[in-house]
Each structure stands twice: as structure tokens, then as C-alpha cells.
């Protein structure tokens, strides 16, 4: 069994800084892809930055310059740095990271996983 714990979220004015966490744990046989994803109200959940387990990352075209994501594979963590917080950024941030997992049987299985979910609010 797996969870994923999220952390770091709140209310920032524009301009501003957040850093989110999410640290995974359990059976963990080794993880891939690590990903941060949003959901506005009213709205999609779009991909926001991800982080290959090699180091490659991605951005969606509206954070980039000023979200950085990076992960921390000992403590099987993936951050999202946030600054230059606009308004726009409000929305619910879930992590998303695919893990291979070790089963009962003693093999490995692999499957994505998402966190809890943590809100940031960007507002004056």
C-alpha cells in the first residue's frame, strides 16, 4: 500500500512564494514520473510541471519562469516551487507520481498514484 502526503499549501498574496510537498510511502519498489497537477473551480485539471526519473522536467506554458519542480529520491519526495503567485494560480494542487510497488506475491506492479490535494489561494 502507498500514500502520498501532501503539504505546503495557503494563502499568498500576488507576488508571492509557496512551496509544495509531497512525499510518498510504503511498499515502494522505486518510483518514475512525478508530476504536479491543479483543478480551479469550474475547471479541468490541468498538468502543471513534471519530473522525470532521470531529472527531465516539463511545464505548462503559463508557469513557466516561475514554478520549479524538482524531487528529492531518497526521501522518495517530489516540490513544486511557486513565486510570482498570480491569481490565475488558485486552485486545488494534487501530486501525481507513478510507483512501482512490490505485491504480495512478490512481484513488482506499477501504477500512478495521487495525493490528497492542498489549496492555494492567491489573493490581496
Known amino acids: 500500500q502507498v500514500q502520498l502526503v501532501e503539504s505546503g499549501g495557503g494563502l499568498v498574496q500576488p507576488g508571492g512564494s509557496l512551496r509544495l510537498s509531497c512525499a510518498a510511502s510504503g511498499s515502494i519498489f522505486s518510483i518514475n514520473g512525478m508530476g504536479w497537477y491543479r483543478q480551479a473551480p469550474g475547471k479541468q485539471r490541468e498538468l502543471v510541471a513534471h519530473i522525470t526519473s532521470g531529472g527531465s522536467t516539463n511545464y505548462a506554458d503559463s508557469v513557466k519562469g516561475r514554478f520549479t519542480i524538482s524531487r528529492d529520491n531518497a526521501k522518495n519526495t517530489v516540490f513544486l516551487q511557486m513565486n510570482s503567485l498570480k491569481p490565475e494560480d488558485t486552485a486545488v494542487y494534487y501530486c501525481?507520481?507513478?510507483?512501482?510497488?512490490?505485491?504480495?506475491?512478490?512481484?513488482?506492479?506499477?501504477?500512478?498514484?495521487w495525493g490528497q490535494g492542498t489549496q492555494v489561494t492567491v489573493s490581496s
Open positions: 501525481n507520481v507513478v510507483i512501482v510497488v512490490v505485491t504480495t506475491t512478490g512481484g513488482v506492479s506499477e501504477d500512478d498514484y
